[in-house]
Antibody
């Protein structure tokens, strides 16, 4: 079964850091373009960033609000994607989803608060 | 980045037809913006309905279709069912990044 499972969400203070994981099963993550999407409480979806498949060069793109603070990486040996988040702000509070387009994880909650 | 606009809310009668649209502040939406459409129900992760303007996944009900209409991307629901109630989001490519619309809350009533 094709599946994505996010983890790592937590309560963190403003200015802090956190690393989210997105573990894939049923397919090879490096063969897919994988996107991080977030949703603040009661708000709409926001595109955060994407890593292209290895065959497409494996490059990353980021939305303006997170560029320079968030980094997407991939561990092919673990079939897992990561979202490293630094200099967190209260407005980064959201449920974070990873998605290949045809598969979505269940999301993990990040709360940035003092 | 572009601002992507959607109707905040729409209502459709059961069995009726409704079209949701997705516009861009940068001008007409084309197939080069690779429009995608997502459905989200309360407490659930989004589900991809349409990608690359018109393509469907195996789980996309036949009553949903994607198109370009009057310079916008469009999602048409023909024969609405009660289970189609929910939030619908479009996603457009804007250079190297993607941008979601604000979402449309669809009520089947």
């Amino acid at each position: 079964e094709v599946q994505l499972v996010e983890s790592g969400g937590d309560l963190v203070k403003p200015g802090g850091s956190l690393r989210l994981s997105c573990a894939a099963s049923g397919f090879t993550l490096s063969d897919a373009w994988v996107t991080w999407v977030r949703q603040a409480p009661g708000k709409g979806l926001e595109w955060v960033g994407r890593i292209k498949s290895k065959a497409s060069g494996g490059t990353m793109d980021y939305a303006a609000p997170v560029k320079g603070r968030f980094t997407i990486s991939r561990d092919d040996s673990k079939n897992t994607l990561y979202l490293e988040m630094n200099s967190l702000k209260t407005e980064d509070t959201a449920v974070y989803y990873c998605s290949t387009g045809n598969c979505w994880g269940q999301g993990t909650l990040v709360t940035v608060s003092s | 980045q572009a601002v992507v606009t959607q109707e905040p809310s729409l209502t459709v009668s059961p069995g009726g037809t409704v079209t949701l649209t997705c516009g861009s502040s940068r001008g007409a939406v084309t197939s080069g913006h690779y429009p995608s459409w997502f459905q989200q129900k309360p407490g659930q992760a989004p589900k991809t309905l349409i990608y690359d303007t018109t393509k469907k996944h195996s789980w996309t009900p036949a009553r949903f279709s994607g198109s370009l209409l009057g310079g916008k991307a469009a999602l048409t629901l023909s024969g609405a069912q009660p289970e189609d109630e929910g939030d619908y989001y479009c996603l457009l490519s804007d250079g190297g990044v993607r941008v979601f619309g604000g979402g449309t809350k669809l009520t089947v009533l």
